[in-house]
């Protein structure tokens, strides 16, 4: 691993057991991530996008081991996380923290927000209680909350203020790598913009390292320099944001911001059904491009074995996982 690099992952997958069993007599299992790779530059944001169930948050569980992989290696400034026994883990996990997406429940409602913030310095154990007081000062400060604020307790704030509550508590422990997962997609449109902005300009400040999981793609817009567009447990595109939203090559892709609301009266209509098609049944070996079923552009081949992420002809970078690549126009 580069020490260029806050995080690369190479080869991971997730799978969940289900009740039953499958023709062959095996247990079933839901292949939720399957052998996916992406990598994120120190102080860069990597956005990884799709619809529900795509698989997104699972990948990103898997990184910070809140969910177990099947098979993959995880590497967080250079230490190989998967090899960590609990107590490396522990002094480890100080590296990579989480802003979840609901900030009414993942916030303990019988703690003031100050002993929230608090709660990852005392797991952590390497501070004084008047150095914790200090950390959770200058946070407060940091997120835009007022010292007093850290007597009250969650339901006496807002959702935005919750958020701001589930931040401070994510950089409590000085990570290099947030995982964003879905942080403002709970919250008012105008809240959403003021929250962005602070994770931006947090982002300078302590330069932090984002996994940023998201459906919204003119978020991703604002705050990816990378994306990765997932469907069903695979990467279908990868790009940097500029020749990503110049020219998305992937159908999906195409699919996915053909879906997006336009005020542009003479557009085509926007934001219904994302594309007809039947989507397949993870717990059956996939024989094909998992897209097939849906993609307007599939063909026999596209059923005969399960594309990789190769460059599109001419660019350097952005890859994509079809086996029609640079045969069909793209918009």
Request: charged share 20%; glycine share 10%.
């Amino acid at each position: 691993m580069s020490d260029k690099l806050a995080l690369d992952v190479q080869n991971l997958s997730v799978s969940f057991p289900m009740r039953g069993r499958g023709a062959d007599g095996r247990r079933r299992a839901l292949l939720a991530v399957d052998n996916v790779n992406f990598s994120i530059a120190r102080g860069k944001t990597l956005g990884i996008v799709g619809e529900s169930g795509s698989g997104k948050t699972t990948a990103a569980m898997a990184v910070a081991r809140l969910v177990p992989k099947l098979a993959g290696n995880i590497t967080i400034d250079g230490i190989d996380f998967g090899t960590l026994d609990n107590e490396a883990l522990r002094q480890a996990r100080q590296r990579i923290q989480i802003i979840f997406q609901d900030p009414y429940s993942s916030l303990n409602p019988r703690l003031r927000a100050g002993e929230i913030v608090r709660e990852p310095l005392v797991y952590a154990g390497e501070t004084s209680r008047a150095e914790q007081d200090r950390i959770i000062d200058e946070l407060f400060e940091a997120v835009g909350l007022r010292p007093e604020q850290k007597a009250l307790f969650p339901h006496q704030f807002s959702g935005g203020q919750r958020q701001r509550i589930g931040i401070a508590r994510a950089l409590s422990t000085r990570p290099s790598l947030i995982i964003c997962d879905e942080p403002v997609s709970a919250l008012d449109v105008a809240v959403q913009a003021q929250i962005l902005n602070l994770l931006k300009s947090l982002q300078g400040q302590f330069g932090l390292t984002y996994l940023f999981i998201s459906h919204d793609l003119g978020v991703v817009q604002h705050m990816c320099d990378d994306i990765a567009v997932m469907y069903m447990g695979q990467f279908m595109e990868y790009a940097d944001r500029k020749s990503f939203f110049a020219a998305p090559r992937h159908p999906y892709s195409q699919a996915l911001l053909d879906a997006v609301p336009t005020i542009d009266i003479g557009a085509q209509p926007a934001g219904g059904k994302l594309v007809d098609g039947e989507i397949p049944d993870l717990t059956l070996p996939q024989t094909g491009c998992r897209f097939a079923s849906r993609c307007p552009h599939a063909r026999d081949v596209c059923n005969g074995g399960v594309p990789q992420l190769q460059d599109w002809p001419g660019s350097t970078g952005h890859r994509l996982a079809c086996h029609l690549t640079g045969t069909f126009a793209t918009s």
